[in-house]
């Protein structure tokens, strides 16, 4: 079992950076893949960036590509994600999320992949 627990709620204007943190308890090292994704009541809880924890390797949707950074810290089994240039249709409660995920071909960022998952934390975009 792993538990997960994100930074809390934040507002932070249009154009403006955020850093949100995902720590892990329990068991971690059963899963080796974690993502952040994110969700408003009237859509589908969408993917935005994975890592694998064991070898650092990363995906993005196009949406945040090269505007989001995620990234782990074994040694304190956290995984962050860095947002840059956030825009007002960014808000929305931010999930993060852990699992194991073997298949090469699998889809990174489908909520389908992960077992685990954090409360969530709202961020609030002001234009």
């Known amino acids: 079992q792993v538990h997960l627990s994100e930074s809390g709620g934040v507002t932070v204007q249009a154009g403006g950076s955020l850093t949100r943190s995902c720590a892990a308890s329990g068991y971690p090292h059963i899963t080796n893949w974690s993502a952040w994704f994110r969700q408003v009541p009237w859509k589908n809880r969408e993917g935005l960036a994975s890592?694998?924890?064991?070898?650092?390797?990363?995906h993005y949707s196009d949406s945040v590509k090269g505007r989001f950074t995620i990234s782990r810290d074994n040694t304190k089994n956290t995984v962050n994600l860095q947002m840059d240039n956030l825009k007002p249709g960014e808000t929305a409660m931010y999930y993060c999320a852990a699992g194991l995920i073997i298949q090469s071909s699998s889809d990174f960022l489908a909520p389908s992949e992960y077992v685990s998952w954090g409360q969530g934390t709202q961020v609030t975009v002001s234009s």
């Open positions: 890592v694998n924890t064991d070898d650092g390797t990363t």
